[in-house]
């Protein structure tokens, strides 16, 4: 999925001579913290709301320090570049721009983790598991083939670092079972170290254990 797919045109972009109060009444309709601001069809800054409060809001947001060069993305980028964007400047929307410069809208933050959720399967029923793996050792063609050893099926996958002196790292699974018992022991006999396990049954247990906890304690 690229940039193009998720640009949204109906989020108002701001002008050079709009001002601070103009800029917050679109945050509020549009439940953003940030919007671009737009001249003679190309991007030239960015506004936030924190910005906004710090200065006079009757002022052009274009005079407002720190709201030029702004970070954006262009339209064929991957959803997995404009994310790493995103939680690099840690804004609410982000401005894409064409191979030209020229302004086209602006990804959301709401929009971009719905997506990515339906993009990489994270929406679909099943099961997460993360291992603990050494860096030299890991192999995703091993993990999968022993997944699937046991009729599971590797939906998404995600390498995270653990702390940069180690040489390990973890490994985030999703597959399209709930029930994981074979595949965790199997895993386990292949000395995977499983670190966390996350199904929707665990979460009912939990649920439940929680309402007994709490009937018990009201009929004291």
Known sequence: MYASEIVSIDIPALGVRSTGEDALNIMEEYMVRHLPIIENGEVVGLVSEEMILDNDPAAWVSTYQGSDRPAIVHNEDHILEVLGMVAKTNN???????NKNKYLGVITLQTLILKFASEF???EP??????????VDYSLTEISRIIESEKGVILACFVSKQHPDTNQCLITLKVNVQDI?????TLERFNYSIVATFTDAELIDTLAE???ALMHYLNM
């Open 181 to 185: 018992q074979f595949i965790k022991a």
């Open 92 to 98: 609410s929307c982000i401005p894409v721009t064409d």
């Open 121 to 123: 399967s994270l929406d």
């Open 210 to 212: 929680r309402y007994d």
């Open 126 to 135: 099943g099961a997460i598991l993360v291992l603990e793996v050494n860096k």
